[in-house]
């Protein structure tokens, strides 16, 4: 069983780039969430996307876009960078769907920094 | 607004001890609670997990507590190893939209000591 995979594994960027962070889901799991962690929190709930589609969204602003692929792997997109952008995002992968709950499993993330 | 707190930034325990991590939840609409462990340079490991509609769950080492009416649930970890040292998060998800949102605690750090 292939597990959660990100790259890359760390990224320098400059205020107003832009930049994109890749995930592939664990097999078998159709639904991948991203995750921002800024140091010392808990990880805050970005967006969702089941199916292709996003179907569930933190509070984040439009800058931040996703993508999910018929192999369900995902991108997350991030325009007009700012400093405060610095962070590890974490992608997680879970099988979804209305049946039971199920856990998300973790990729080990990527270390965005913002200069 | 923090929904999911966990009030103790860090635990030390010994080895061989139980360890016990609290975490205390606002939203009553959170149906289903999770552990995650983290090392440094990784990211979270699932633990275990627990729905709304009991209020123990066991997995070897691993219990978790759930009193809804309190809203707490804690985690026990019977006995302590070195390996056990990370930072725990506790996680609670609800179902809103058809998604299964989930928001995490801040985290607490557990050093178990030899």
């Known amino acids: 069983e292939t597990g959660v995979t990100q790259s890359p594994t760390h990224l320098i960027k400059t205020r107003g780039q832009q930049v994109t962070l890749r995930c592939s889901s664990q097999?078998?799991?159709?639904?991948v969430s991203w995750y921002q962690q800024a140091l010392g929190q808990g990880p805050q709930f970005i967006f969702q996307?089941?199916?292709?589609?996003?179907?569930g969204r933190g509070n984040f602003p439009p800058r931040f876009s996703g993508l999910q692929f018929p192999n369900y792997s995902s991108e997350l997109n991030v325009n007009a960078l700012e400093l405060d952008d610095s962070a590890l995002y974490l992608c997680a992968s879970s099988l979804g769907g209305r049946g039971q709950d199920q856990p998300q499993h973790f990729g080990d993330g990527t270390r965005l920094s913002i200069l | 607004d923090q929904q999911v707190k966990q009030n103790s930034p860090s635990l030390s325990v010994q080895e061989g001890r139980i360890s016990i991590l609290n975490c205390d939840y606002t939203?009553?609409?959170?149906?289903?609670f999770l552990w995650y462990k983290k090392y440094p340079a990784e990211g979270p490991t699932f633990l275990i997990s627990i729905s709304s509609i009991k209020d123990k769950n066991e997995d070897g080492r691993f219990t978790v507590f759930l009193n809804k009416s309190a809203k707490h649930l804690s985690l026990h970890i019977v006995p302590s190893q070195p390996g056990d040292s990370a930072v725990y998060f506790c996680a609670a998800s609800a179902r809103s939209g058809g998604y299964q949102k989930v928001t995490f605690g801040t985290g607490t750090k557990l050093q178990v000591i030899p």
């Open positions: 097999s078998g799991h159709n639904t």
């Open positions: 996307y089941y199916r292709e589609e996003e179907n």
């Open positions: 939203n009553s609409m959170f149906d289903y």
